[in-house]
Protein backbone atom coordinates (compact mmCIF):
# COMPACT_ATOMS: atom_id res chain seq x y z
CA UNK A 1 0.00 0.00 0.00
CA UNK A 2 3.16 2.60 0.44
CA UNK A 3 4.72 2.19 -2.86
CA UNK A 4 2.00 0.34 -5.32
CA UNK A 5 4.48 -2.69 -5.60
CA UNK A 6 2.10 -6.20 -5.70
CA UNK A 7 3.61 -8.67 -3.37
CA UNK A 8 2.81 -12.59 -3.31
CA UNK A 9 0.78 -13.12 -0.04
CA UNK A 10 3.68 -15.40 1.67
CA UNK A 11 5.92 -11.94 2.04
CA UNK A 12 6.12 -10.94 5.35
CA UNK A 13 6.98 -7.59 4.29
CA UNK A 14 7.03 -5.88 0.55
CA UNK A 15 9.99 -6.73 -1.70
CA UNK A 16 10.63 -2.78 -2.73
CA UNK A 17 9.98 -0.97 0.94
CA UNK A 18 9.73 -3.19 3.54
CA UNK A 19 6.16 -1.86 4.69
CA UNK A 20 4.49 -5.11 6.70
CA UNK A 21 2.72 -7.30 3.94
CA UNK A 22 -0.36 -7.78 6.28
CA UNK A 23 -3.68 -8.86 5.02
CA UNK A 24 -6.29 -5.40 5.73
CA UNK A 25 -9.24 -7.47 6.69
CA UNK A 26 -9.87 -10.21 9.12
CA UNK A 27 -12.96 -11.53 8.78
CA UNK A 28 -13.75 -13.74 12.33
CA UNK A 29 -17.19 -16.63 11.63
CA UNK A 30 -18.85 -18.35 14.79
CA UNK A 31 -19.15 -21.61 13.95
CA UNK A 32 -22.63 -21.63 16.05
CA UNK A 33 -24.56 -18.96 14.31
CA UNK A 34 -23.13 -18.04 11.39
CA UNK A 35 -22.55 -14.62 12.24
CA UNK A 36 -19.33 -12.45 11.72
CA UNK A 37 -17.27 -9.69 12.78
CA UNK A 38 -15.18 -7.51 10.18
CA UNK A 39 -11.99 -6.07 11.69
CA UNK A 40 -9.51 -3.38 10.58
CA UNK A 41 -7.97 -2.93 13.77
CA UNK A 42 -7.05 -4.19 16.63
CA UNK A 43 -10.07 -5.16 18.78
CA UNK A 44 -11.19 -6.70 22.35
CA UNK A 45 -13.60 -9.46 22.81
CA UNK A 46 -15.52 -10.88 25.32
CA UNK A 47 -19.02 -12.47 26.54
CA UNK A 48 -20.69 -8.71 25.35
CA UNK A 49 -19.35 -9.42 21.68
CA UNK A 50 -20.13 -13.18 21.67
CA UNK A 51 -23.95 -12.21 23.13
CA UNK A 52 -24.26 -9.59 21.05
CA UNK A 53 -22.59 -9.89 17.89
CA UNK A 54 -22.26 -13.47 17.34
CA UNK A 55 -25.78 -14.37 19.19
CA UNK A 56 -23.60 -17.02 20.72
CA UNK A 57 -25.54 -18.68 23.39
CA UNK A 58 -22.59 -20.08 25.22
CA UNK A 59 -21.12 -16.49 25.56
CA UNK A 60 -22.02 -17.40 29.06
CA UNK A 61 -18.11 -19.18 29.17
CA UNK A 62 -16.64 -16.18 27.79
CA UNK A 63 -15.16 -13.63 30.55
CA UNK A 64 -15.90 -9.86 30.29
CA UNK A 65 -13.07 -9.46 28.21
CA UNK A 66 -11.72 -12.73 27.30
CA UNK A 67 -8.85 -11.97 23.82
CA UNK A 68 -7.57 -9.36 21.88
CA UNK A 69 -6.56 -9.41 18.63
CA UNK A 70 -3.99 -7.29 17.23
CA UNK A 71 -2.30 -6.27 14.10
CA UNK A 72 1.50 -6.54 15.61
CA UNK A 73 3.65 -5.54 12.88
CA UNK A 74 6.71 -6.03 14.21
CA UNK A 75 5.67 -9.73 13.81
CA UNK A 76 4.09 -8.99 10.50
CA UNK A 77 0.97 -10.74 11.59
CA UNK A 78 -2.61 -10.55 13.17
CA UNK A 79 -2.20 -12.13 16.79
CA UNK A 80 -4.62 -13.33 19.11
CA UNK A 81 -3.56 -12.64 22.54
CA UNK A 82 -5.61 -13.93 25.70
CA UNK A 83 -6.23 -11.13 28.14
CA UNK A 84 -5.38 -11.29 32.52
CA UNK A 85 -8.66 -12.36 34.39
CA UNK A 86 -10.34 -14.57 31.84
CA UNK A 87 -11.01 -18.10 33.98
CA UNK A 88 -11.60 -19.97 30.47
CA UNK A 89 -8.33 -20.57 28.79
CA UNK A 90 -8.62 -19.00 24.64
CA UNK A 91 -7.32 -21.52 22.48
CA UNK A 92 -5.92 -21.45 19.08
CA UNK A 93 -6.50 -24.89 16.86
CA UNK A 94 -7.19 -26.31 20.37
CA UNK A 95 -4.41 -25.38 22.17
CA UNK A 96 -4.56 -22.72 24.81
CA UNK A 97 -2.39 -19.35 23.86
CA UNK A 98 0.22 -18.00 26.22
CA UNK A 99 0.53 -14.38 26.94
CA UNK A 100 2.75 -13.62 24.74
CA UNK A 101 -0.17 -14.83 21.68
CA UNK A 102 -0.14 -16.83 18.48
CA UNK A 103 -0.21 -15.58 15.07
CA UNK A 104 -3.41 -15.96 13.35
CA UNK A 105 -3.46 -18.09 9.66
CA UNK A 106 -6.49 -17.90 7.83
CA UNK A 107 -8.14 -21.03 8.31
CA UNK A 108 -7.49 -21.04 11.81
CA UNK A 109 -10.10 -21.65 15.23
CA UNK A 110 -10.11 -19.44 18.12
CA UNK A 111 -12.14 -21.08 20.72
CA UNK A 112 -12.64 -20.91 24.79
CA UNK A 113 -12.19 -23.32 26.87
CA UNK A 114 -10.88 -25.68 23.41
CA UNK A 115 -14.63 -26.53 22.26
CA UNK A 116 -16.80 -23.20 23.22
CA UNK A 117 -17.05 -19.83 21.51
CA UNK A 118 -15.28 -21.06 17.93
CA UNK A 119 -14.54 -18.31 15.49
CA UNK A 120 -13.16 -18.98 12.58
CA UNK A 121 -10.77 -16.99 11.35
CA UNK A 122 -10.46 -15.32 7.26
CA UNK A 123 -8.38 -13.30 5.49
CA UNK A 124 -9.15 -10.51 3.08
CA UNK A 125 -7.02 -8.55 1.07
CA UNK A 126 -9.39 -5.03 1.48
Known sequence: PQDGTENLAAE?????????????????????TGKEAVLTESVKFGRAVFAHRFADPEAVF???????????????????????????????NGTPIGQAGVELADGGVISVSRSKLRLQ???KKN
Open 62 to 92: AAELQFEIVRDEARVAWVVRPLPGAVNPTCY
Open 121 to 123: VRF
Open 12 to 32: RRCLVCRHPNLPRVVVLRAAA
